[in-house]
């Protein structure tokens, strides 16, 4: 059984990855788990302007989801693609139209029972006066189109309105830096791991994990505290800094091995977090809280300083793995 204890030891930083997975796959039962996108939205003016007192428009940053909420003794309702009624908001919830094809091709209907010359078929949605809802007039851009307007036709109080707004394309920001990070905390890291002076390794793996969860806690808040967070972001977030948490409390009150394996455990803490949020890195709009050039600063320093802690994490793991002695009370014992 020689050996048994520091084995055990690895399942630390396994455990805290598995646990991390668990919530990033709840999100996916939220409406978006999204941390970057390419667009962005917004509602230039509501005509008449009578019309914008009653109501409230917001554009979702996430998915480009269209929100509404009407004011108490008014009524709005939401024509479709063909000018049809869609959706009825008002003091009495939200209904929709089941005889809508526009209801139907956004799912909010299983199928558009329309019959010549007849109305609506207005179905009880909420009893909310607010909607949300996915609208291809203000959706993502062909490609070569940079910037276009958008228009959704409404019924206040029983008079014409509209939205109009305008999306338009964020480029993706320069890649090459984020390599250039990386390569430099790999390189010192190979240039450790090669040398003799072994007792580095302990330390340089203690300090790495301390960055790495500086930084992994740093980018979380960012997405939890942005307005397009979800629940399930929350929940990883919390997660995630309970975990650092625990690494840290072991960097500062544990043994000197303690202390480099905690650094390790938090540089693959560090390392899965990061390598999640790769897409900040490659869209122009960042679904963060932090400036979008800060957040994708933190996602790279995670995955370069994770990755370096780990590897030299490692290396003390299998180090103190070599060197460990059961004690001869505990040998007897098994």
Request: aromatic share 6%; charged share 15%; no cysteine.
């Amino acid at each position: 059984m020689r050996g048994v204890v520091p084995r055990l030891a690895l399942l630390t930083p396994i455990a805290l990855v598995v646990a991390l997975i668990g919530p990033a796959q709840a999100g996916a039962h939220v409406r978006t788990g999204r941390v970057a996108v390419d667009y962005r939205a917004s509602v230039s003016s509501v005509s008449p302007p009578r019309a914008g007192a009653v109501m409230t428009v917001r554009i979702y940053e996430g998915d480009l989801a269209v929100g509404l909420t009407v004011e108490k003794h008014h009524r709005v309702t939401v024509l479709g693609y063909a000018g049809e009624p869609l959706l009825r908001i008002g003091t009495g919830g939200v209904d929709v139209n089941e005889s809508s094809t526009t209801a139907a091709g956004m799912g909010l209907v299983k199928g558009a029972r329309k019959t010549a010359g007849a109305g609506p078929e207005w179905r009880h949605r909420s009893s909310q006066r607010a909607f949300i809802w996915h609208d291809a007039r203000v959706r993502g851009l062909p490609r070569g189109i940079a910037r276009r307007h958008w228009t959704v036709p409404l019924v206040v109080d029983g008079h014409d309105a509209r939205l109009d707004g305008v999306i338009w394309r964020v480029g993706a920001p320069p890649f090459w830096p984020w390599p250039a990070l990386g390569t430099v905390f790999f390189g010192a890291s190979a240039l450790l791991l090669a040398g003799r002076r072994k007792w580095l390794l302990r330390p340089a793996s203690m300090w790495l994990g301390v960055l790495t969860a500086t930084a992994t806690v740093s980018l979380e808040a960012g997405f939890a505290l942005a307005p397009t967070a979800s629940a399930g972001t929350w929940v990883e977030a919390a997660n995630v800094l309970v975990f650092a948490l625990v690494g840290l409390a072991f960097v500062a009150r544990g043994s000197r091995d303690a202390r480099a394996l905690a650094g390790g455990a938090l540089g693959l803490l560090g390392l899965a977090v990061g390598l999640s949020k790769v897409p900040v890195l490659l869209h122009g709009v960042v679904l963060s809280a932090l400036p979008d050039s800060a957040a994708r600063a933190a996602v790279a320093l995670t995955i370069a300083a994770g990755g370096a802690a780990t590897v030299i994490g490692l290396a003390v793991f299998f180090d103190v793995l070599e060197h460990y002695e059961e004690p001869p009370e505990l040998e007897r014992l098994l």
